[in-house]
């Protein structure tokens, strides 16, 4: 089974820097996926990380280590836009995604 | 025009009716998958399917089932409507690569109320 944890809310200022922790237990891991999801609409690929280190896309970097189960989606010169929820997402094997609850980020102006 | 279309987009129902719910999708994906969607859950796997002869249960299909009509066609259907159903429903596709790592990409959903 998957065991998924990542904060429910976060809050920060605009122009600021937040770091969104996810940790994990799970057998037969393949590689993590952060999405972002705009309340009432449909999540949107953000990364995936499959190996060890960190990715870095424009504002958004998203870091994994396999050995600890943890992965982290770092937004950085945080906008308004920004303001959304964060799934953190384990893919196996098996083709499927086991998603975390997600995480409530609001951007204060 | 969208690569992955729902339809209905709201739906507001009373207990006891069947709904359908239809998902397609011009993006040439084998893979098709239905979640569920509640405040504090995430989102919960209900079906997946890999073509057409393939359909596959998830960690919560009791209350559901689902037709593969074709490649780019999946819909999710709720026999006897209850009000725990109610819930913000997703169809998602991906390529059937021999890496599972592919993204996997939702439509806009469907906002079900049961009454």
């Known amino acids: 089974g998957q065991n998924i944890d990542q904060p429910t809310e976060m809050t920060a200022t605009e122009g600021a820097i937040v770091q969104i922790n996810c940790t994990y237990q799970t057998s037969g891991f393949n590689g993590l996926f952060w999405y972002q999801q705009h309340a009432g609409e449909a999540p949107t690929f953000l990364s995936y990380n499959v190996l060890d280190g960190l990715e870095e896309k424009g504002r958004f970097s998203s870091f994994l280590s396999r050995s600890k189960g943890y992965s982290y989606l770092l937004l950085k010169e945080l906008q308004m836009k920004d303001s959304a929820s964060y799934l953190c997402?384990?893919?196996?094997?098996?083709?499927?995604?086991?998603f975390g609850a997600g995480t409530t980020v609001t951007v204060r102006a | 025009d969208a690569d992955v279309t729902q339809t209905p987009r709201n739906r507001i129902t009373k207990t006891g009716k069947r709904i359908m719910l239809e998902c397609s999708q011009t993006k040439g994906h084998d893979r098709m998958y239905w979640y569920r969607q509640d405040p504090g859950l995430g989102l919960r796997l209900i079906y997946y399917?890999?073509?057409?002869?393939?359909?596959n249960k998830g960690e919560i299909s009791d209350g559901y089932s689902v037709s593969r009509q074709a490649q780019a066609k999946f819909s999710l259907s709720l026999e006897s409507a209850i009000p725990n159903q109610t819930a913000l429903y997703f169809c998602a596709t991906a390529t059937l690569t021999g890496d599972p790592s592919s993204t996997q990409y939702f439509g806009p959903g469907t906002r079900l109320t049961v009454l």
């Open positions: 399917s890999f073509d057409v002869k393939d359909i």
């Open positions: 997402a384990l893919t196996s094997n098996d083709y499927k995604l086991s």
